[in-house]
């Protein structure tokens, strides 16, 4: 039988490789309240006002709110 650890650390590190892609990606993302919602744990409608309000640092783009999630994260880390 041959030794498939070799294999296995490559497929390994190939796999890693995309899902570090994928989520640099979606930290670019930029999101609209659903999204806030979504990733916070609300409401659509109380994320909307708690952007309103100002407590999110989103922005208000053609009638909707927007931010990426980076900055939401990063909104999220100071916050704690």
Known sequence: MT?????????ADAIAER?????EAA????LD???IAK?????????R???AAGEI???????QWRITR???LRYLDGAK
Do not use: E, K, Q
């Open 33 to 35: 309240t659903a999204g």
């Open 19 to 23: 899902i570090t892609a994928r989520l």
């Open 27 to 30: 930290d670019d993302a930029v």
């Open 39 to 47: 990733t916070i744990g609300l409401s659509t409608s109380a994320a």
């Open 49 to 51: 006002s708690r952007c």
């Open 3 to 11: 030794d498939l650890a070799p294999l296995l650390d490559t497929f």
């Open 70 to 72: 980076r900055a939401l």
């Open 57 to 63: 640092p989103a922005r208000l783009i053609g009638g």
